[in-house]
């Protein structure tokens, strides 16, 4: 068996447990195996291993993987950050995009998608630790840009995504996934016509398991799939 496979089996038990630990199902958390800096070669070990979403940080690197292993291959999530003059490629080549922290930015996407004549798939980023460097809407930012984005026709805005600081204690990350969760249910008490957050995507090689304890219902999964990167 390959060392991916093995990984990948791992992995799966481990989100198992974690849902099913706290009442929720299996299938609720859908695993996001994260292939930036990746080769093709290893990227279709996993497709052959049972990898069904794939993601990636990068648009050219991404864009030269997917024209190779194919764009019916997996479901492509786009998770980096993304420059409103990439939106184009992101809209040809992503199945959802993770990383809208921008009306500009999902304007762009919006027309982009209407001229292809798609419904893009997207989640609003957002900085959920307020850190200055970081990407992502501010928590206080994130409702109205919600609200701006349900009247773009040619997205479907499908959730919010966080990505906390690293801790080598996970525990630490719990505070910020509540968060995330909580901003959510007030954004739906909020009723907006069209609005449906179904995703939380949320937790990564480190802290995936408290955060499918604290509703994640997408992890994005790199290093303990395919090993640290170069
Ligand atoms: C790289 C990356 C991941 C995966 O991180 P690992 O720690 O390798 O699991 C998840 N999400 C985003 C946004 C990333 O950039």
Same mark, same amino acid.
Not at 95 to 101: R, S, W
Not at 191 to 198: A, I, S
């Given at each position: 068996m390959s060392s991916i496979q093995t990984n990948l089996n791992k992995i799966s038990k481990q989100i198992l447990i974690a849902a099913t630990s706290c009442g929720r199902l299996p299938d609720q958390v859908q695993l996001i195996a994260v292939s930036k800096r990746k080769s093709v070669d290893i990227v279709k070990q996993a497709i052959k291993a049972g990898v069904l979403n794939l993601g990636e940080n990068y648009i050219q690197e991404a864009i030269e993987k997917i024209d190779i !292993? +194919?764009?019916?291959a997996a479901c492509w999530h786009f998770i980096g950050h993304l420059q409103s003059n990439k939106a184009r490629v992101a809209v040809q080549y992503f *199945? !959802?995009?993770?990383? %809208? *922290?921008s009306h500009k930015l999902a304007k762009e996407i919006n027309k982009q998608a209407q001229k292809i004549g798609k419904i893009q798939k997207i989640l609003v980023q957002v900085n959920i630790s307020d850190e200055k460097n970081k990407s992502g809407t501010t928590r206080e930012d994130t409702f109205e840009l919600v609200s701006a984005i349900s009247s773009l026709e040619h997205i479907s805005l499908q959730g919010l995504m966080c990505m906390p600081p690293y801790f080598s204690e996970p525990e630490k990350a719990r505070h910020y996934f509540k968060q995330l969760k909580a901003l959510k249910q007030d954004i739906m008490a909020r +009723? #907006?016509?069209? %609005?449906? #957050? *179904?995703h939380l995507s949320m937790g990564m090689s480190n802290d995936f398991k408290v955060a499918i304890e604290e509703g994640a219902t997408m992890v994005r999964i790199g290093t303990s799939i395919f090993g640290e990167r170069d």
């Open positions: !292993i +194919g764009k019916d *199945d !959802i995009i993770h990383t %809208v *922290d +009723g #907006l016509e069209n %609005v449906f #957050l *179904d």
